[in-house]
């Protein structure tokens, strides 16, 4: 069997650190299995595949609830849990991890996941380090070539090897590592409300159409004028109009799949990607490759995935569409909502065929210009955020390769 060596990844390593196998410091869990009849709208969330993603562990709106009738204390998911995709039909998906730094009571793994549960506390941070790491990774997949369907099996689990510093170096790792993730956390969750602010003000500007009148009260609300379009089947103010995206949108641009010696673990440009939840799927310092500016919002041409994307970058991986609006009164920020609240038909593999016949608001542009001077500072702290975040994350993962390289020593009085 073939398997990732140790120096192969890390060059020389003190041969007098201790070598554990990961099934002396972790127990192992198996996800819950259940039948699509028993899918309910309330209950147990199942965490999936989907939902492991740039080593975060992402609740989403397709979330699978069971009875409660399917609780499992074993496969309940506990703070400091790192999660494994363990079986799946691809070999890009496969050995994906994230660790659980929030409690997240009711929420267990499908059978196609499995926890890593440290047996103690104090090496959790170590364990996580190790298991969401390339060479983690890399151990996974080269010993599941050959199994059906890449499937990791317990005993690749229990054996594989974990290198382990002295108890100082230990401490400081996880005290560090720990501060890290918890800032990454922060940055998520600011970044969240911030975009649920937004949302709320759009869905009662644009929905509710209670935008400030001239008076700054509710328009809708104080008596507006609202006249019948004939085309929603519905009321709008007074002086709005109605499109579809087609007549609005000015270039639409499906790029292609970029060559592999185009991305690069750093550079100056992102290379943009709809399908990750960090929007990068690479960089490259080629200044001659940058093709827009922002702002502007990045679809899927195969996903659902809207994007509002506030920094210069290249082009984005492929299939992804980057809009640009050739009116002045839908911005990029309107745009952005209003492409989220576009319901995709069933049976739309190229789900663009199906948006640009949808039928879209436009606002006056005094109110489209007023929207976009109150949520341009959230969107641009929004950004800021995941900046900060990329930034944090290759810090992060630097820190394993650097300690058992001997390349650092950590200072717990730093710490």
Known sequence: MATTNL???????????????????????????????????????IIRGGNIQNGVILEKADDVFLPLSYANPENQIHIYDTIIVSS????????????????????????????????????????????????????????????????????????????????????????????????????????QNLEALAKQLYDYWFVQFDFPDENGKPYKSSGGKMVWNERLKREIPQGWEVK??????????????????????????PIIDQTTNVYFAGFTDREDAVLFQYPVVVFGDHSCDVKYVNFPFVRGADGTQ??????????????????????????????????????????????????KEKVATWFISITNNRMENLSLTKQRDELLPLLMNGQVNFDLSAC
């Not at 390593?13 to 699509?36: H, N, R, T």
């Open 7 to 45: 120096r192969d990844t890390y060059g020389t390593i003190d041969m007098e650190l201790k070598k554990y196998k990961l099934g002396e410091l972790a127990d192992f869990y198996g996800g819950v299995a259940y039948k699509p009849s028993d899918i309910t709208n309330e209950g147990i969330r």
């Open 88 to 191: 799946t039909g691809s070999i890009d998906a496969l050995a994906k991890a994230a660790t659980c730094f929030e409690e997240m009571p009711g929420t267990q793994i499908g059978a196609f996941l499995r926890i890593i549960r440290p047996k103690d506390k104090k090496n959790a941070m170590l364990i996580s380090a190790w298991c969401t790491s390339q060479h983690f990774r890399d151990y996974m997949i080269n010993c599941a070539k050959g199994t059906s369907i890449n499937n990791i099996r317990t005993d690749f689990l229990e054996n594989y090897e974990l290198v382990v510093p002295s108890d100082e170096n230990v401490r400081g790792l996880s005290s560090l590592y720990l501060n890290i993730e918890r800032k990454l956390y922060l940055n998520r969750h600011i970044n």
């Open 244 to 269: 579809i995206f087609a007549d609005i949108l000015g270039k639409v641009d499906s790029t292609p799949r970029l060559s592999t010696d185009e991305y690069l673990l750093s550079g100056k440009y």
């Open 322 to 371: 980057i809009m640009l609006s050739k009116n002045d009164r839908v911005l990029a920020e309107y745009l952005y909502f209003a492409v989220k609240g576009v319901k995709i038909g069933k049976g739309y593999a190229r789900h663009y065929s199906f948006l640009k016949g949808s039928l879209l608001i436009i606002p006056e542009q005094a109110i489209a210009n007023m929207f």
